[in-house]
T-cell receptor
Framework: GENVEQHPSTLSVQEGDSAVIKCTYS??????FPWYKQELGKRPQLIID?????GEKKDQRIAVTLNKTAKHFSLHITETQPEDSAVYFC??????????FGAGTILRVKS | DGGITQSPKYLFRKEGQNVTLSCEQN?????MYWYRQDPGQGLRLIYY???????QKGDIAEGYSVSREKKESFPLTVTSAQKNPTAFYLC???????????FGPGTRLLVL
């Protein structure tokens, strides 16, 4: 079955810097890749997603890139702010199969 | 934040007691899920259901049971066989099995 690995497990950046979180997946048939943000004690919330027919997608300060050949996708956050501090989860799925989540990355933005 | 609800917000379990966590959604989603999250950890799948009257075990189903008698409801029972139940339990739903999942606010289960 699908396996999703996420790196790094923790990431500290200075406010205003960029943050990048990378995930690799094992099943080349996977075609849907969402990212979730979970603030402390809250529910995970979908922040951006990408499908395999697209190489990059942006939404304001957040972007996701997908490299199908290398089977990895990344979350990019630019101009980080303290409210970006949270746990971020990547996930992958293919038609007819449920999402498989990565282990999560704790992002700390230092002001 | 509406659409998928969980109750109660906090739940206390005594030794040997079964407790049931509620999850309801009004999004008309076919698929529903239960996850367990321990402090500082990721999401571990307990059970999921693709359709009414059908459900599948996830990675850590032992000590838990579920039912899916209605499309909008997917209750989770933590049985006395679950020896370490203290955790944050998250319910989720999605339009289809492979689609985006939307999470409820969670139930925090504590053992007395």
């Amino acid at each position: 079955g699908e396996n999703v690995e996420q790196h790094p497990s923790t990431l500290s950046v200075q406010e205003g810097d960029s943050a990048v979180i990378k995930c690799t997946y094992s099943d080349s048939a996977s075609n849907y890749f969402p990212w979730y943000k979970q603030e402390l004690g809250k529910r995970p919330q979908l922040i951006i997603d990408i499908r395999s027919n697209v190489g990059e997608k942006k939404d304001q300060r957040i972007a996701v890139t997908l490299n199908k050949t290398a089977k990895h996708f990344s979350l990019h956050i630019t101009e980080t702010q303290p409210e970006d501090s949270a746990v971020y989860f990547c996930a992958a799925s293919k038609d007819g199969n449920k999402l498989v989540f990565g282990a999560g990355t704790i992002l700390r933005v230092k002001s | 934040d509406g659409g998928i609800t969980q109750s109660p917000k906090y739940l206390f379990r005594k030794e040997g007691q079964n407790v049931t966590l509620s999850c309801e959604q009004n999004l008309n989603h076919d698929a529903m899920y239960w996850y367990r999250q321990d402090p500082g950890q990721g999401l571990r799948l307990i059970y999921y259901s693709q359709i009414v009257n059908d459900f599948q075990k996830g990675d850590i189903a032992e000590g838990y049971s579920v039912s899916r008698e209605k499309k909008e409801s997917f209750p989770l029972t933590v049985t006395s066989a679950q020896k370490n139940p203290t955790a944050f339990y998250l319910c989720a739903s999605s339009p289809s099995l492979e689609g985006s999942q939307y999470f409820g606010p969670g139930t925090r289960l504590l053992v007395l």
